[in-house]
């Protein structure tokens, strides 16, 4: 049986993640690597937490803000794009701000780009003057024409933007572009980003002001240690007291290395938390300046 879900549990956290997508899988998989687990339930839309008294609601993206608003949900995982859409319409629809973006998660990477025919001089934004520019992103378009000073019409659809200028429905459009594929498979060019945007943890406003609290402030203590080490190693190795000075600017955005002195020599043993990239390369380096017997080692968790 499933378990029930719970009408108006304030001393559980609720999240909203997409049930299925671009963000459904890294969301989930971030938020298991905060150490929460869930019972699945058949239907898949409610995931009671177990490890945590944190649960999961399954939903489509763009529900994920409104949620949050009505307060069915506490916390969720959407695009940024998504996100100050729903922000900016509430703003024209002169209602009060009802969620925030709480962290960038860094997945699920795109930028919102106005886009014009491959045929069209690019120039500069007068040229949007008077056109009819097609987008599922109204209110981030209408905010930022008006920031330009530019009147055009803002022609909504809810997908397939990018055929919009050869069905003769718009001249030009705005809409979500990561490799750049799909815009050159419909002879379109990117001319403007409107807004660079991620997958980020969404909530209220405010804070909470019950257990929720408590479990929120841990969740995110947990979420920063898991962001922060994401692509982080640790680097051990051995060296010289004179090449320690050579080395150290060698280290990949590393933390302050522990240096301890091994016994019985005058060599150092080194230990390094390294945010950057470790690539081969750099090994190779680090070893031509006097590094011995370099471990490279993964970082499963870390609590500042
Ligand atoms: O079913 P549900 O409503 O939940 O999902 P959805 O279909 O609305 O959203 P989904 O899963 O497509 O995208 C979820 C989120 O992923 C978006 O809101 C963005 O924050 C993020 N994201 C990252 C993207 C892309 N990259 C992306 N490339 N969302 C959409 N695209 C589309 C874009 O609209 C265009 O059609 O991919 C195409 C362009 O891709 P390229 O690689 O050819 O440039
Ligand atoms: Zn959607």
Not at 4 to 19: E, F, S, T
Not at 28 to 37: D, I, K
Not at 241 to 261: Q, Y
């Amino acid at each position: 049986m499933s378990p029930p879900v719970p009408a108006a549990a304030r001393d559980r956290l609720r999240i909203a993640i997409q049930k299925s997508g671009r963000l459904a899988d890294a969301a989930r998989a971030l938020l298991a690597s905060c150490g929460l687990s869930w019972r699945e339930s058949r239907d898949r839309l409610f995931c009671y937490g177990e490890s945590l008294p944190v649960d999961l609601l399954l939903v489509r993206d763009d529900d994920i803000p409104g949620l949050i608003a009505d307060g069915v949900c506490d916390l969720g995982v959407v695009g940024r794009n998504v996100l100050l859409e729903q922000d900016r319409e509430r703003r024209a629809a002169q209602r009060a701000p009802a969620f925030r973006e709480w962290r960038a998660l860094g997945f699920g990477a795109c930028r919102l780009a106005l886009a014009v025919p491959d045929t069209w001089t690019w120039q500069d934004a007068r040229q949007l003057e008077g056109k009819r520019i097609a987008t599922s992103y109204p209110a981030l378009l209408s905010e930022w024409l008006a920031a330009q000073g530019l009147a055009a019409d803002v022609v909504q659809l809810s997908g397939s933007v990018e055929i919009a200028p050869r069905l003769g429905q718009a001249d030009a459009i705005c809409d979500l572009v990561s490799s750049g594929a799909t815009l050159a498979a419909n002879q379109l060019k990117p001319v403007l980003t409107l807004l660079e945007s991620e997958a980020v943890l969404a909530g209220p406003t405010g804070s909470f002001d019950d257990p929720r609290a408590e479990l929120a402030e841990l969740l995110l203590r947990r979420l920063d240690g898991a962001l922060r080490i994401r692509n982080s190693k640790l680097l051990l190795f051995q060296a010289s007291r004179e090449a320690v000075p050579g080395l150290l600017p060698l280290l990949p955005d590393a933390e302050a290395p522990t240096v301890t002195r091994i016994d019985g020599s005058d060599g150092l043993a080194l230990q390094a938390l390294c945010h950057g990239a470790v690539t081969w390369q750099r090994l190779e380096e680090l070893k031509r300046a006097g590094a011995r017997g370099l471990l490279v080692l993964p970082v499963e968790g870390m609590l500042a």
